[in-house]
């Protein structure tokens, strides 16, 4: 089992970035796939969550509104589009696989996540 998050890198206040996560080594349709991110001296938190068969999304609310979550079935890759980027917006991120087979969606909080893939640093700052 592969997740690979990629996309991270320096932006100023207010601009965009696009967050990919690639996934293989198990069906994509059965997974809810999340986005969480940690920045330094803080706990580890969910954003969004989207289900790999029906594609529901969740948000929370520091980023409902900023941030939309999406996925390519065909490519078994999850995205993050990140848009009004934040000073506090600011961490490492992590995309992450949660056993959706049974239609219990426990994501954005991470105690039920099967699988977790390395993360990428976003920094936001001028």
């Known amino acids: 089992v592969q997740l690979q998050a990629s996309g991270g890198g320096l932006v100023q206040p207010g601009g965009s970035l696009r967050l990919s996560c690639t996934t293989s080594?198990?069906?994509?349709?059965?997974?809810?796939i999340g986005w969480f991110r940690q920045a330094p001296g803080r706990e580890r938190e969910g954003n969004a969550c989207?289900?790999?068969?029906?594609?529901?999304?969740v948000y929370v609310d520091s980023v409902k509104g900023r941030f939309t979550i999406s996925s390519d079935n065909a490519k078994n890759t999850v995205y993050l589009q990140m848009n009004s980027l934040k000073p506090e917006d600011t961490a490492v991120y992590y995309c992450?696989?949660?056993?959706?087979?049974?239609?219990?969606?426990?994501?954005?909080?991470?105690?039920?996540?099967?699988?977790w893939g390395k993360g990428t640093q976003v920094t936001v700052s001028s």
């Open positions: 989207i289900t790999g068969r029906y594609g529901h999304t």
């Open positions: 992450a696989a949660e056993d959706y087979s049974d239609y219990v969606l426990d994501c954005p909080d991470d105690y039920a996540v099967d699988y």
């Open positions: 080594g198990f069906t994509f349709d059965d997974y809810a």
